[in-house]
């Protein structure tokens, strides 16, 4: 049984063809159409209903500032205590 080797030189014109084809297919006019939500974002954060603007966006803005926050101090907090723990330098 012979086994044939592959001729290398069909391969790049090959995957340029498979990319230009993919680039193509992905920047078409066809694409199915957005809704504009803009205005309604607009709308929901110039209101002026006493809230903080990372508050207004609703629980899930709540939820990531708390989250970002209690990370934030954990960090902080290990730091200075890592940095307390560690040996000091003798002049």
Not at 6 to 35: D, E, G, M, V, W
Not at 48 to 59: A, Q, R, S
Not at 82 to 87: C, K, Q
Request: hydrophobic letters at 35%; proline letters at 4%; charged letters at 20%.
């Amino acid at each position: 049984m012979s086994f044939r080797l592959c001729n290398r030189s069909h391969y790049p014109s090959r995957y340029i063809y498979k990319t230009a084809f993919l680039a193509r297919r992905t920047f078409t006019t066809s694409a199915r159409q957005l809704r504009n939500k803009v205005p309604e974002a607009q709308k929901l954060f110039q209101e002026d209903n006493g809230l903080p603007v990372h508050i207004k966006g609703g629980t899930s803005d709540v939820m990531l500032y708390r989250a970002t926050m209690i990370l934030s101090g954990t960090c902080y907090s290990l730091y200075w205590l890592l940095l307390a723990a560690a040996p000091q330098k003798n002049a």
